[in-house]
């Protein structure tokens, strides 16, 4: 559109406004001495042109119309000039037409040419446009533009090797074109030649600093090499140069996630989408980086704008599930990971994901057939394999199901363990070995396991890793062992086993195979001196912890809804948790409950303080394994979809002995649980 900036605008302006309308209605001759009529011809006009800043289409517009007022009726330049108003003014057929026409000319072969290749990529036939451009490099070779041309189209449908060697041939011709190694920096980005990518970026912002799209896509090829804090610095550029720069706020926010700078990813996302508030991809994304950030509603519906503007996106139907699933809506996240699968039968992460929110619905028939369903297109997958052993677990143990459960090891988000040139342990026999235990996922899982020690001691020297918040506990409990850090392995072993590959090595197959004779731990006499005075007398000692590790998640109760415990007389509540909010304390204080959760600093101090107790509430976590294997009394409350050691519709534990197990009636329901344990706490009596 023209900008009225000097005065000779509303002449020149109002004169090329008459041509170009004529043009575009068809009216060609018109158009020119139209032209001619107002001067537009004129030096005075063509400097003032020069001046202002016209539309491409306009340009090209007055370029032609130029051309062609100085040329006589029958001089064929004529039929380039003709055709170019053509195809600006969107008659790619008659522009085309006059083309072919100019083509028998030898002189003008070469111009003709390039001129239909861009009607044919108006018409959107770019294989016919390469074509056209193929001849017109042909004729004539000393265009660089050309070749950069051509470069472009071949790039864009996927002929990468085919572009590099025409934008090779247009840099040649000039080293100075920014545009051909910024499009050369792509087409090796194609190609995965990443390097080589970001040399051909650099030199495009050396020759055009201000070359905004440069900066972008060197910062992307950056990020793809994982090179996110320079990608960042080049997206910035970019950001600088073109504030309303889409793709550099859209790649600035991925790097940042992948930094752990969510906050910051957030507000880049939400700046694209300032800028484009149709764009899937950014809502997507801060969908994600919201998902990340706990913020699960503003999550969902974001990943639903995205699906609004851009429904044949089935990945982001996974996305859905995921945040539905942090919102507890298993069900619906069910729906969507089977929308997700119907739209695309091969997806095998929505058919893990669907699993895991049927196993949060307690309905593990329906998880293991999935992930039956999964195993049979992606044969030993281990995620797959993995998820259906904690389904098959939750039936009760077996060969089958620990064996599947080795498949851990393999998972992408597993912790890789220092393999110390030892190998696994795996389905061998454990006798005779010389073997180390390895540390391995959490706290809870190793207490469970510390039962296997006397039967491994006796059949094989073994080296047990502990963690020092462990350390002391585990020494008072077994004074015999060998212990090593958790990073360490002393010389002369040759196997290795971690953790949880235990119940497999001594073949606990069956619910009556577990050994679970209680006191298997015990606390250190230091910490029971320590912790010796914190009984008293007269009445009932009932410590409580509500609040577990935030994933997996369901671990933890409101403690709003604990309270209604506290208002029982003649009991005294014990705070379990060491890491209780301002707000947390705040309700302790005000139902008179002793909060001994900070004072506790290793778990021999947890021991020695459970020791004194008459018994322990807890949510699944490290405290209900310690108070089991101390043989505690234990009420373990759990959520609907509970962890597979806790098994099925039992309110006892084959693990524990001493444990009583509280399941939710329903999901998210913790009400109806505190109200059955607190009808049990009616049951106890002040000691005599």
Request: proline residues 5%; charged residues 25%; glycine residues 8%.
């Amino acid at each position: 559109m023209l900008k009225h900036s000097r005065p000779e605008t509303a002449k020149f302006g109002d004169a090329l406004r008459r041509a170009l309308s004529l043009a575009a209605g068809g009216q060609v001759d018109a158009a020119v001495d139209a032209a001619k009529s107002a001067d537009l011809l004129s030096p005075a006009a063509v400097q003032w042109f020069k001046g202002e800043r016209l539309a491409p289409r306009e340009h090209a517009l007055w370029r032609a119309l130029a051309s062609l007022s100085g040329l006589a009726a029958n001089d064929p330049r004529q039929l380039i000039a003709r055709a170019e108003i053509e195809h600006v003014c969107g008659r790619q057929a008659s522009a085309l037409a006059l083309c072919e026409k100019a083509i028998a000319h030898p002189v003008l072969a070469g111009e003709a040419h390039a001129l239909a290749g861009h009607c044919l990529i108006a018409l959107g036939d770019r294989r016919q446009a390469i074509d056209a451009f193929t001849r017109a490099v042909q004729v004539l070779p000393e265009r660089g533009d050309l070749h950069a041309a051509l470069g472009g189209l071949v790039l864009g449908l996927g002929e990468s090797r085919r572009a590099i060697q025409s934008f090779g041939r247009a840099i040649a011709l000039d080293g100075r074109d920014w545009n051909a190694w910024f499009e050369l920096g792509n087409a090796h980005k194609a190609l995965g030649e990443y390097k080589v990518a970001i040399e051909a970026f650099s030199k495009a912002v050396e020759i055009n600093p201000r070359y905004a799209d440069g900066f972008n896509n060197r910062g992307a090829t950056l990020q793809v090499m994982g090179q996110d804090q320079q990608a960042i610095a080049d997206f910035d550029n970019a950001i600088r140069l073109n504030g309303a720069h889409l793709f550099a706020w859209l790649n600035k926010g991925v790097s940042l996630n992948k930094l752990d700078r969510q906050e910051e990813g957030a507000k880049a996302f939400e700046m694209a989408l300032a800028i484009d508030p149709a764009m899937g991809e950014a809502h997507h994304n801060l969908g994600l980086t919201l998902l990340k950030l706990e913020r699960n509603g503003e999550a969902l519906r974001n990943i639903e704008a995205a699906l609004l503007v851009e429904p044949e996106k089935t990945d982001w139907l996974l996305s859905k599930g995921n945040a539905l699933g942090a919102l507890f809506k298993y069900e619906e996240a069910v729906a969507a990971y089977r929308d997700c699968i119907d739209r695309n039968p091969d997806k095998i992460d929505a058919r893990i994901n669907m699993a895991g929110a049927l196993q949060e619905l307690a309905q593990h028939d329906k998880a293991i057939a999935i992930l039956d369903d999964a195993l049979v297109r992606r044969p030993g997958y281990p995620e797959a394999r993995w998820n259906r052993a904690n389904s098959m677990l939750a039936f009760g143990p077996s060969r089958e199901a620990w064996e599947a459960y080795e498949q851990r090891l393999h998972l992408s988000v597993y912790e890789k363990l220092p393999e110390f040139g030892l190998p696994l342990l795996g389905t061998h026999d454990i006798k005779g070995r010389k073997l180390l235990v390895q540390w391995e996922q959490r706290f809870g899982d190793v207490l469970q396991m510390l039962r296997y020690i006397p039967e491994v001691s006796k059949q094989c020297e073994a080296h047990w890793q502990v963690a020092p918040p462990l350390l002391d506990l585990v020494k008072a409990s077994f004074p015999d062992i060998a212990i090593c850090g958790r990073e360490e392995c002393p010389p002369g072993l040759d196997t290795r086993i971690p953790y949880t590959s235990l119940p497999l090595a001594m073949k606990s197959f069956a619910v009556d195979e577990i050994p679970n004779a209680a006191p298997y731990l015990r606390a250190s006499e230091t910490a029971r001196q320590k912790w010796a005075g914190t009984r008293e007398a007269g009445r009932p000692n009932v410590g409580i912890a509500w609040r577990g590790n935030r994933q997996p998640p369901g671990r933890s109760i409101p403690i709003e809804q604990v309270t209604a415990l506290f208002d029982l007389p003649d009991i005294r509540f014990i705070s379990l948790q060491v890491d209780p909010t301002p707000e947390e304390e705040a309700v302790l204080k005000r139902h008179g409950v002793v909060d001994l959760g900070r004072d506790i600093k290793t778990f021999d101090d947890s021991a020695a303080l459970l020791e004194g107790l008459d018994l322990v509430i807890t949510i699944d976590t490290a405290i209900a394994h310690l108070a089991g294997a101390l043989g505690r009394k234990t009420f373990v409350l759990l959520k609907y979809g509970a962890d597979w050691r806790w098994l099925l519709k039992r309110s006892d534990s084959p693990w524990y002995p001493t444990a009583t197990l509280f399941r939710q009636s329903a999901l998210g329901n913790w009400k109806d649980v505190v109200s059955t344990v607190k009808k049990r706490l009616k049951e106890l009596r002040p000691k005599a």
